[in-house]
């Protein structure tokens, strides 16, 4: 393994990748199931409207940013599968963070190796899923947090929220990191060592004590920037594409994935309650009683892991995607691309704890996907069945989430500061 540098691992890996989309060209071609995601097809469509002047929402069915039918207007002119080489170029990121953090290079190795062969990561990037260069932005927006550049880091927190809605759940946990005590506004925060981490939750790093200073020294000179210029972002890239595309853009792109509901292709323990009361509209007590456990969940990650930046963002997402209303199998890159993140501070081993969490996650999807297929492909009545599928789906997921928990080394990203301790010294005296 140690052989393995990270150049071989992206230059290999690159190289599958580009053997997968030229077969899926193949496969395409001749034979009648077809290798790309009927998204990209959307996007592509999408885009080709773009190049010509149009708008990318006369392509039913596209319910994204213009951004990212911009990104793939080069498909008109180049190649189809432009986009697909664009989702599919990621993996440096991760290396990137664990150095930053200051992994050992065979950790890094291992972890990146965790997403560059994925099965799920590198068919679903292949394909034409669109979700790989949202996770590309969501990593690259922690490395700018990691380097003291709040700037940067606002700038493209807003785009991504736009671009995609759901990182809007980091915004708090973000804001908890930028707690001055850890990350002042004169000087680059100082990270924490990981070869220095014993497991140990840290006395200065504890999600209750960032509660504390966030309510203390809410609106310091870094919390507000990244408030204003994320927001800012966000607000002129939404309101530039309302100006040209108006309400056809908000509803499609923002609007639909708010209220947004699917009786198939649908994990959620939901989707029989929506399959039931599909076309009719819903109260808002049931609206509020499906959104209160994700809501508690969410809070709760945040305020015991937010120091851990990177660990507390994975965790978050895999709890809003087990508890969301809608769960199609592209939410799994969410926190598939941040799973690696996590891999150097776990005490989890691969051989038996690892392997039955892995072996847990697949047979409660497969499981699913049985009933499902009786389903949507053979007509039969298993809307029960599929009913306890999902909640089965859920306990896997939830009974992983607390394993990864349980087996993980509490490492605070950044160093409380010396000089605070020192002032508060000097008062003393």
């Known amino acids: 393994m140690t052989s393995l540098d990270i150049r071989s691992l992206l230059v290999f890996s690159a190289i599958f990748r580009v053997i997968l989309i030229v077969y899926g060209e193949w496969q395409d071609t001749h034979m009648e199931v077809r290798y790309t995601d009927v998204d990209y ?164 790093g504890s999600g209750s004590h960032s509660l504390h200073n966030l309510f203390k020294s809410i609106f310091t000179w870094n919390r507000v920037v990244f408030g204003l210029v994320s927001g800012l972002v966000f607000l002129f890239c939404t309101g530039l594409f309302y100006c040209l595309y108006e309400w056809e853009f908000l509803h499609e792109a923002l609007l639909y994935h708010l209220t947004r509901t699917d009786p198939r292709h649908n994990f959620s323990i939901y989707f029989y309650h929506i399959y039931l009361h599909y076309g009719y509209d819903t109260s808002v007590v049931e609206k509020l009683i499906s959104f209160l456990p994700q809501f508690l969940v969410q809070l709760v990650l945040i305020f015991c892991f937010a120091q851990d930046l990177p660990f507390c963002i994975f965790v978050q997402t895999v709890a809003f995607v087990a508890f969301n209303k809608v769960i199609t199998a592209q939410y799994f890159v969410w926190f598939f691309c941040l799973l690696p993140l996590i891999l150097p501070w776990s005490k989890m081993k691969l051989r038996w704890d690892g392997l039955s969490c892995i072996l847990l996650w697949i047979g409660a999807q497969t499981h699913w996907l049985m009933w499902g297929y009786l389903l949507e492909f053979k007509g039969k009545n298993v809307f029960l069945q599929l009913w306890a599928a999902s909640l089965l789906f859920l306990a896997a997921n939830i009974y992983i989430l607390v394993m990864i928990i349980r087996n993980h080394r509490y490492a605070s990203v950044f160093k409380a500061l010396e000089y605070a301790n020192s002032k508060n010294a000097a008062k003393l005296e």
């Open 41 to 204: 097809l959307v996007f592509s469509d999408a885009a080709a409207l773009m190049a010509v002047g149009d708008s990318p929402y006369k392509r039913t069915t596209y319910r994204y940013s213009p951004l990212l039918a911009f990104l793939l207007i080069p498909n008109s002119f180049i190649h189809r599968s432009w986009g697909k080489f664009l989702f599919s170029a990621s993996g440096y990121f991760i290396y990137y963070i664990l150095k930053l953090r200051k992994a050992s290079e065979n950790m890094c190795n291992i972890s990146v190796m965790a997403w560059l062969f994925n099965p799920f990561t590198f068919t679903i990037g292949t394909r034409g899923n669109c979700e790989p260069i949202v996770c590309a932005v969501i990593l690259w927006i922690m490395i700018c947090l990691l380097k003291g550049n709040v700037l940067q880091s606002a700038f493209w927190y807003g785009l991504v929220v736009h671009f995609r809605i759901y990182p809007i759940i980091y915004s708090i946990p973000i804001i908890l990191v930028l707690d001055p005590n850890f990350f002042p506004s004169n000087q680059k925060p100082v990270l924490r060592n990981w070869s220095a981490v014993q497991g140990e939750r840290p006395k200065d």
